[in-house]
């Protein structure tokens, strides 16, 4: 994954933010909308977009667009800065291949520790009941 390839084929645009803000809020627009289209991207193999896809099906549109927001600062550029961090992050957590499990089987000697502290245990708990009286 080559990184300056993929930051050119990301799309921005800005939109007013919500929230406080007093008179400077209505005229400026530092809300940032990030935009990538993972089915048509050069950067990426084939291999790592069905990766995305699977990994990212809940953040993806139904055309495979992944949209992120960044409203933090009062700064466009800032939250510019922000947005490409998190999809980069995003994108690098996604593409890690999980380890394969390899089954593995305790030794000899764990199932024989195990089997003698569980004895110990029981006949540890049996000692603390009351005798049994045996009156005929």
Known sequence: MNTENITKELQFKAI???GAGGQHVNKVSSKIELS???ENSNALSE???LRLKSKLASKLTKENVLILFC???RSQHKNKELAIKRF???LKTSLIKPKKRRPTKPSRSVIKKRSESKLRNSVKKALRKKPKSDSY
């Open 47 to 49: 291999e790592e977009k």
């Open 36 to 38: 990538f289209d993972l």
């Open 88 to 90: 980069l992050t995003l």
């Open 16 to 18: 007013r933010s919500s």
């Open 71 to 73: 409203e933090e600062t």
